[in-house]
């Protein structure tokens, strides 16, 4: 992504760009991610709106030829929540809320527990570890995989697939689309072993519900469904996990407190997500008509960006927006999105992250970075945010 700022910037110092754009073009045409046009919405009211605004489309249909689109998938993987608007968005959603019941997700809070103390365990001889590597991402995908029923040797697999999309490497041009076959096939063959053997996991119910009444899921439909809910439960939840963990290394004082009223968990991470959450953006919008943003003309068709980072940093509504306050009203925060697309699987992710720092804090009272903060390294992704590493040593338990 490109601007009159270095491409690189935005990369690896995002909020100082975005603070600057809030400052002098909250709306501005850029360069996207893949070189084609698109719009950048930086403040929070104009983001805010932005998110629950019917013209603004989630179809790749309304989209003017050369415009930013975002992943290129095939049919069966791309007919999913972020890719429709209503009729189907609402019959869909509807689906997975009958399957994706909070009392489904609470029942996951022991399980939870017990994988990230089996991960410390794994780790806590060694003295230090990969923070991301190591509890960071095996954890959401044990969880995410024993919630749809996936199989334990296919966990390490999925991972690196979602890494080839959401970070692509230059030097490997071929590997997403490779990522791309291998999850499409991953997914036939896992719907196929459910319907010959449903469990009580969320993909079996998934599947009753594609098969009873009239108003079912298409089979596109119900596998696009199954990949993005295993995409989003593990891509958000890392980078959410290792993103608030660094935080609080950062800011000892605010860990100090939350060591002190280790309840306080619940309101920590909503702070923790308001401060440096997991996506820069949100899915990419395609105006059905020519709308006015923050007082620019938007073109119909067109790519507008809402980033949903640089609108949890505005001061506008958050005063001093770039401290990490654990006691700070957070009523509001766009972390994970606003209206009818606001993320179906934030209570999961805000169970697990929850989960995850307390038994991380609670397990290691003297936590501590293991390398310089120069030596810190963020995937290189215009939409995520997320480190590469978190290089921690544990001191005494």
């Known amino acids: 992504m490109t601007m009159d700022d270095p491409a690189s910037e935005l990369l690896t110092d995002p909020y100082a760009v975005y603070a600057r754009l809030r400052e002098t073009a909250p709306v501005q045409r850029i360069t996207g ?18 998110l629950a605004d019917p013209r603004l489309s989630l179809d790749k249909r309304h989209a003017l030829p050369g415009s930013y689109r975002g992943f290129a998938l095939p049919p069966a993987l791309d007919a999913n929540l972020l890719t429709m608007d209503p009729p189907d968005h609402t019959r869909i959603r509807r689906f997975v809320t009958q399957a994706f019941t909070a009392r489904r997700i609470e029942e996951l809070r022991t399980p939870v527990r017990r994988i990230a103390d089996e991960l410390l365990d794994a780790v806590a001889p060694h003295g230090r570890a990969d923070l991301v590597a190591a509890y960071a991402a095996p954890l959401p995908i044990a969880v995410i995989c024993e919630l749809l029923g996936v199989p334990p040797h296919s966990r390490r697999d999925f991972r690196d697939w979602t890494d080839a999309l959401v970070a692509p490497d230059p030097a490997q041009p071929g590997r997403a689309k490779q990522a791309i076959g291998s999850m499409l096939g991953f997914f036939h063959e896992l719907l196929a072993h459910k319907r010959a053997e449903p469990a009580d996991d969320l993909l079996s119910a998934l599947i009753a519900v594609r098969e009873e009444g009239e108003d079912r899921l298409s089979e596109d439909e119900l596998t696009s469904l199954a990949f993005l809910i295993l995409f989003a439960g593990y891509e958000n939840t890392v980078q959410l996990i290792g993103n608030a963990t660094l935080a609080l290394l950062r800011h000892p004082d605010e860990l100090a407190a939350l ?3 280790p309840t306080r968990i619940g309101s920590a991470v909503e702070e923790l997500a308001r401060y440096d959450g997991p996506a820069l953006l949100a899915i990419r919008r395609f105006p059905v008509e020519d709308v006015t943003i923050g007082g620019v003309t938007v073109p119909a068709g067109e790519t507008v960006l809402l980033s949903l980072a640089s609108a949890d940093r505005d001061s506008a509504r958050f005063p001093e927006p770039d401290r990490l306050d654990l006691s700070r009203d957070t009523a509001g925060h766009l972390a994970l999105g606003h209206g009818i697309h606001y993320c179906l699987g934030a209570p999961l992710a805000r169970l697990e992250t929850g989960v995850a720092l307390g038994a991380l804090l609670e397990r290691f009272p003297r936590l501590a970075l293991d390398t310089a903060e120069s030596e810190l390294r963020r995937r290189p992704s215009a939409r995520a945010r997320g480190l590469i590493a978190l290089p921690v040593r544990f001191g005494e338990s």
């Open 33 to 50: 991610p893949d070189g084609s046009p698109a719009w950048i919405v930086t403040r929070y009211e104009d983001v805010r709106q932005a």
């Open 259 to 261: 060591r002190a009223d």
